[in-house]
């Protein structure tokens, strides 16, 4: 069982930057950050893999936000910039926590981005 706990959301105005961080209770393979906006799916939008270091992400944030983290801490970051009103939505903290696992199994509680315009 790994927890997730995400902080740093909160309200910005657009162009503004915010940090998300999230902190798991154990070692995971793979983090990464989802959101889900008012009526929406829930959308993928960066992932990191431990192990190389290699990040991906949606192209709607590719160049405005950054995944990174201390793997020692188990603590993952989405440092997003030039934030827009269309990033407003519930982020979401998410792991694979082994490298046999098909799918992100555990799921933070969820932190609000609201970016006004």
């Known amino acids: 069982q790994v927890q997730l706990v995400e902080s740093g959301g909160g309200l910005v105005q657009a162009g503004g930057s915010l940090r998300l961080s999230c902190a798991a209770s154990?070692?995971?393979?793979?983090m990464a950050w989802f959101r889900r906006a008012p009526g929406k799916e829930r959308e993928f939008v960066a992932s990191i893999k431990w192990s190389s270091g290699s990040t991906s992400y949606a192209p709607s944030v590719k160049g405005r936000f950054t995944i990174s983290g201390d793997n020692s801490k188990n603590t993952v970051y989405l440092q997003m910039n030039t934030l827009k009103p269309e990033d407003t939505a519930v982020y979401y903290c998410t792991t694979r926590s082994r490298s046999y696992v098909a799918d992100y199994d555990y799921w933070g509680q969820g932190t609000q981005v609201t970016v006004s315009s």
């Open positions: 154990g070692r995971t393979f793979i």
